[in-house]
């Protein structure tokens, strides 16, 4: 419970200060409200994944390597890590579909869960985490099973399926460039304010 308390604590500051960064994408981009509700929801699912990894952030960034390049290694051993990993990636292959219709393909889904993951795992040497082989699989079969819940639910609501967004080349970026930021520069001072 406490580890909850610290990660609504971390994310918190960061909801907040994605607000008027939608509100002026709104305006702009002239999107519909229901749309940039779904994009800030994602963007706040992914500072609760920046917590949560441990990523660094502008106050805290050091080289220290240490992992397993072994896979399956003691993957049994950590089974609570490796299902919480699992359990971490779900809503992004639920979400992937829905933001564009390139995400309907298993593929694209499932690649793109796995190269968020890498990249995850690449910028953990910069902290106090391990990189771990064993947390790349888990988070893409995560991705997996999310976009297996995806494919589910359009076919039980069929309402869903049509509802697709529209394909915008700079959705994805938006989303993960305007939590990264947040989440490296701006969240650690907010976070100091509380």
Known sequence: MGYLLFAL????PAAVLLIPFYCVLQRRVHLDMHRIV?????????CGVY???GLPNITYFRFDFSGNLIPFRD???GLRSTVQNVLLFVP?????PFLDSKYRELKHTVGFGF???????L???FTYRATDVNDLIANTLGTFLGYVLAGLLM??????EKASLREDKRTMPILFGTAACVMFFLQPFAVMLL
Do not use: A, D, H, W
């Open 9 to 12: 604590r971390e994310i918190l």
């Open 123 to 125: 910028l953990q040497i």
């Open 115 to 121: 190269f968020t993951s890498l990249c995850i795992e």
């Open 75 to 77: 993957m049994l051993n």
């Open 51 to 53: 917590v949560l990894v």
């Open 92 to 96: 992004l292959g639920l979400f992937l």
């Open 38 to 46: 779904f994009y800030y929801l994602i963007s706040c699912y992914l």
């Open 155 to 160: 076919k039980r609501i069929p309402v869903l």
